[in-house]
């Protein structure tokens, strides 16, 4: 009776052990066999099923020294190798169908297998960009930064304990909770100068310059771990430099194909993340006590001890501008934000069209000193010559240079109105749809017009409308407002209106809490405070009635306006057909941009 | 409106127009007011207008006058010939009436001499 139930149990679990087979040779290609190998295949179970390196090492290292784990990625099997044929024989009698670890505490199936899956990446190259200099400092030095990181004598709001581990923060606080620094509020404690020392040495081994604002003190203790992840990099510049001090530690890199690439951090090594590794990998390290760890006599497990890391970082002023968008928040953000055509042309209707309707008059008594640089460009033309002004305003570049035509256009009929008033030609139109010949210009100029147009494309289109009907050879002057009104340490026009603002060399950044959400949109924009630097690119500027205070119930009108980021307009303009970039400046919070059709 | 404007104004932005030129113009309000005579400025001038199209739009508005339909040679030194050009393209002024598109025959508003060629969403 006996007999045959063992008999029986054998067959059913062969026919189990066949299909598992089949599935693993199907899942990655690895042919079983029935004569014995160093390695081993465990068919029925891996991670997806819950199985952890460190169960498979504990299981297996008993038969015999380990010369590799392979745990498949998203897969429900796993691959061990032994030193030698004996003990992966050993291994295959006492587990394969006896050790009940598999899902639902059903015991494993194993396979010889003929050989060993390899990575795409080996195991020892590093991520692109990833650099372990190991002995970094001497164990002197590490006491002496140790003794830094203490966390129990001060507790304050920079100090804290997260979930998994300690952390303290010098220079800026990273906040966990935005995933960012707050740029505007560093810290009263900066780095500890007894950490300069570093920088020299980075530069010295190196020949890396890098200073860091900012330094993260994390203490792990063993079975602590911190999750996968990309430091956010609109936070930090390229690279990031950390420092592992009281343990070694192994932290994994991944990257979305499933790659990953287990990095053993030496106690005392120096581990620089730069490019790929630092913005297209993330890093994190497993919660477990020990780490398994390969050496030249095989796999081998280290307890981990208590950890410090110093990480060093510099915190980036303005955006992150890496090729890695999808990884990039800056990228995301800006381009996230972007204003769907439709919701566009109501935003500019509302916002912008409507608006100088309103304000046109005391809009035409603000404007009447010309620019010097747009004067410079219309006086440019010979005699004769014939310059659209799209978006004249009230036409104050239309009374300049007597020898040349100007005509003018807006989308405002009251504007156009005082242009009439003026004797100056002009008639209405928008700006994307100039009713112009092709080639019927020699100039055409577009002051502060393309910064009202709610996204790129319409942006786009609107150069390409003002390239149209240019002659060959014709020039076109484009002025945006910009988003940085502060340039070269030098205040512009627009910051030194407000009286406060002219003196004091520091600008007070104000941050706007106002936001107004445009209901048939949904499209939430930021109130811009007048007189200070932009927060946003996106925003609704305040039309304020000069010299009069407003009044309660007065209406308050707000214009959109798209300002731009450096090299932003230049960007647009580059990839044109023909057109060249004569010249691109900076002039009094714009930026302006000369082109050339050819 | 000058017919140097008009000169130059088409409704090729429109949604199936290919060309879109030249606008016929419906005038009501023809006036004409005197601007200052640039002999050198109206004979550089000369050679960026469409001469057909000027002689015919200063027709239609009953301001041809004895402006010849064919440029003359050596124009830049006939200063009888300049001036006449010169009130033609620069003091005829269209300040009530209507341009009209040649080839879908959609109508543009001339009101106090200020043509108005707004677009409507569904006509780009």
Known sequence: ?598 | MKLITHNMLTSKCMKGVTVGYPLKIQAVDVKTSEVDFNPEFISRLIPKVDWNVLCEAAESVGFLDDLPRELIENYENDVDFLKKAHRVLLEVDIINGELVCPETGRKFPINNGIPNMLLNEDEV
């Open chain 1, 1 to 598: 009776m006996d007999g045959n139930r063992s008999k029986n149990y054998e067959k059913k679990l062969n026919k189990k052990a066949k299909r598992s087979q089949h599935i693993v040779e199907k899942q990655t290609g690895i042919r079983c066999t029935d004569s014995v190998t160093q390695i081993l295949a465990i068919c029925n179970s891996g991670l997806v099923n819950g199985l952890s390196e460190d169960l498979v090492f504990e299981s297996f290292i008993k038969y015999g020294p380990l010369e590799k784990i392979k745990m498949v990625p998203g897969k429900s099997c796993a691959f061990v190798s032994y030193k030698s044929l004996e003990s992966a024989a050993l291994a295959y009698n006492n587990i394969h169908g006896k050790l009940n670890i598999a899902q639902d505490n059903k015991p494993l199936h194993l396979s010889f297998v003929e050989s060993f899956p390899e990575d795409l990446i080996n195991k020892y190259d590093m991520p692109p960009g990833l650099l372990l200099l190991e002995n970094f400092i001497s164990e002197e030095e590490e006491n002496r930064l140790l003794q830094l990181a203490s966390f129990d004598a001060d507790i304050e709001s920079t100090t804290g304990t997260l979930k998994h581990r300690q952390v303290k923060h010098y220079g800026y606080e990273f906040r966990y909770d935005i995933n960012n620094v707050d740029k505007e509020k560093p810290l009263s404690q900066e780095i500890p100068p007894d950490c300069s020392f570093l920088w020299k040495r980075l530069q010295e081994t190196s020949n890396l310059f890098f200073e860091p604002d900012q330094l993260t003190i994390n203490k792990y203790k063993p079975g602590q771990g911190i999750p996968p992840h990309i430091d956010t990099h609109s936070a930090f510049e390229d690279p990031i430099v950390s420092l592992s001090m009281g343990s070694s530690i192994v932290m994994e890199f991944r990257q979305d194909n499933g790659s990953t690439i287990p990095v053993l951090l030496k106690q005392r090594s120096m581990l620089i993340m730069s490019g790929e590794s630092r913005y297209n990998w993330t890093h994190g390290i497993t919660p477990r006590k020990m780490d398994i760890i390969p050496t030249e006599t095989g796999l081998t497990v280290e307890q981990r001890g208590i950890r410090v890391s110093f990480t060093f970082r510099k915190v980036l002023k303005g955006e992150c501008s890496c090729n890695y968008v999808n990884k990039c928040d800056s990228f995301l953000r800006a381009n996230g934000r972007e204003i769907q055509s439709h919701s566009a042309v109501k935003l500019e209707k509302s916002y912008v069209h409507d608006i100088y309707e309103n304000i046109a008059d005391h809009f035409s008594d603000t404007r009447h000193k010309p620019w010097p640089n747009v004067v410079g460009f219309i006086d440019s033309f010979e005699a004769g010559s014939v310059l659209l002004d799209v978006g004249c305003g009230n036409g104050k570049y239309l009374a300049c240079n007597q020898q040349i035509l100007k005509i003018g256009c807006d989308s405002s009929s009251s504007l156009v109105n005082v242009c009439r008033q003026r004797s100056l030609e002009a008639y209405i139109c928008n700006c994307l749809h100039l009713p112009f010949k092709d080639q019927s210009v020699d100039g055409v100029i577009s002051i502060a017009v393309i910064h009202h147009l709610a996204n790129t494309e319409r942006r786009l289109q609107a150069i390409k409308e003002l390239r149209r009907i240019l002659k060959l050879g014709g020039r076109a002057l484009i002025y945006v407002w910009a988003k940085d009104q502060y340039k070269d340490e030098q205040k512009s026009t627009y910051l030194k209106q407000d009286r406060r603002n002219r003196k004091g060399k520091h600008l007070t950044p104000q941050t706007n809490t106002d936001s107004i959400t445009i209901t048939e949109n949904n499209i939430s924009l930021p109130v811009h405070t007048n007189r200070t630097q932009f927060q946003h690119q996106d925003v609704l500027v305040p039309w304020k009635l000069k010299q009069e205070k407003l009044q309660e119930g007065d209406k308050l009108f707000l214009r959109f306006y798209h300002v731009f980021e450096k090299g932003e307009l230049e960007e647009m303009c580059k990839d044109l057909d023909n057109v060249e970039i004569v010249k691109s400046y900076y002039d009094e919070g714009n930026w302006c941009i000369l082109l050339k059709k050819i």
